[in-house]
């Protein structure tokens, strides 16, 4: 594949494609665990050339590449990874730093397909509670049970503020006022639906979206309320104007959690367990969004009302969330509060 009609201005076009590319999705605002998804397997394919250049490879390159995923790779897994080589050459076409896309016939003639509703790993609440009492840290503790039991995203719980968790016996944390929409609900979360990544929330700029189609509001039962008041009491002081709700204990001392950070929780205690797997699927590895599907399923099957729980995930219209939000207190907290699992 030539090469010439490479951006002159950027050397790193032609230098090192790839790179290139890394910062343009960077820059379109993908994130670094996306960043670092693109990353691994193009540098493969680039290993599989043998010494070739990325912007030279073609049809049969490709076509080669793909066939040896099947051998180790599950079909939703080499979809994913065929997909990224096709938006990467097809962007690089697109932009004018490669002349074509060897990968578009490849895609056109492969049979597999990106599963986007897996039949994940099924796990029960006992099994699920063994699980959590193996986790002693305070902070992977809070990580775990809060997306455990409220079914909210990674992003939204990176994105949570102590002006966001309303506790009738707060206990050790800063005085910071709960935000106006919780104040007269003690004992309950909320999720707002406004930070976007890059956005400036509560005066700081945010590196996760929060993907809901509402704010809501979560009701915090007594287990959830003693796992965050035992984090509170060890949570480092921030730097922060927003007083973020999770913060690092390690490297980032005190700085807001990121998504990679909680996958990096969730994936190391996952490891431990047996339940996370190198190149695994969502059919194999608990990951958070894991916990999303956990909570889901489990209160779903539980209360036998998939509104409250379309309610919780915040995927309904704005009128169903009026009805909810209007009724929040006879409804939805009492069916909540009847019905949700124990994890501890």
């Known amino acids: 594949m030539s090469s010439e009609r490479s951006h002159s201005a950027d050397p ?166 709960v935000r106006a929409a919780i104040d007269g609900r003690p004992n309950s979360l909320y999720v707002d639906s406004e930070p976007t990544r890059g956005a400036v929330v509560n005066g700081e700029e945010r590196s996760a979206s929060n993907k809901r189609k509402r704010d809501t509001t979560i009701p915090v039962d007594g287990e959830l309320a003693t796992v965050l008041r035992h984090w509170l009491a060890i949570r480092p002081d921030t730097q922060s104007d927003a007083d973020p709700l999770f913060v690092s204990t390690v490297d980032s001392w005190g700085e807001r959690l990121t998504p990679d950070m909680v996958h990096h929780i969730v994936e190391t205690h996952a490891r431990e367990r047996g339940w996370y797997e190198s190149g695994g699927g969502a059919e194999v590895n608990v990951t958070p969004h894991y916990f999303r599907h956990f909570f889901t399923t489990h209160l779903r099957d539980r209360t036998g009302d998939r509104g409250i729980v379309k309610y919780l995930r915040g995927d309904v219209a704005q009128d169903v969330i009026d009805t909810y939000t209007h009724e929040w207190g006879s409804r939805v907290r009492d069916v909540y509060s009847t019905h949700i699992y124990s994890v501890t």
């Open 12 to 177: 790193q076009a032609t230098d090192d494609p790839i790179a290139y590319f890394l910062d343009d999705i960077t820059f379109h605002g993908k994130s670094e665990r996306t960043r670092a998804f693109y990353e691994r397997v193009l540098r493969d394919f680039e290993t599989s050339l043998e010494g070739g250049s990325i912007s030279d490879a073609a049809h049969r390159d490709c076509l080669a590449y793909v066939h040896g995923l099947r051998r180790d790779l599950g079909e939703s897994t080499v979809a994913t990874y065929a997909s990224y080589l096709h938006r990467f050459f097809d962007y690089m076409a697109q932009v004018g730093v490669f002349d074509s896309n060897p990968m578009a016939l490849v895609m056109e003639e492969m049979d597999e397909s990106i599963n986007t509703d897996p039949t994940r790993r099924e796990i029960d609440i006992q099994s699920m509670r063994s699980f959590v009492a193996d986790i002693g840290h305070p902070l992977d503790r809070a990580v775990v049970v809060t997306l455990l039991k409220t079914g909210i995203r990674a992003g939204e719980l990176c994105n949570l503020d102590l002006q966001d968790l309303h506790l009738d016996r707060s206990g050790p944390r800063p005085a910071v006022p």
